[in-house]
């Protein structure tokens, strides 16, 4: 069974970090595009960062460029955001997705 399990939001002060995991379990993180994309309140679904299968090259929403860091874990079979220096703007529901295939999600709430 394919599962996505997203944890390590939260309430943070502007400037302040977080890192989100996303535990996988149905396939290789390694052999797959894996994605984490956001939703803010009353907006759409928003792409913020992939990292592609094998060599793992990464791109970024131009927002988040210098801030954020897609990486994986292919021995835990996990994928992470490294988000650093994050702004009131970042507050989003944060997913992980391979595909149309999505976790839970994960809330990151930036506020002073």
Sequence with gaps: EVQLVESGGGLVQPGGSLRLSCAVSGFAVS?????????????GLQWVSTIKSGGGGTSYLDSVKGRFTISRDDAKNTLYLQMNNLKTEDTAMYYCYEGATRGQGTQVTVSS
């Design 31 to 43: 052999n797959y595009a894996m994605n984490w994309f956001r939703q803010a309140p009353g907006k």
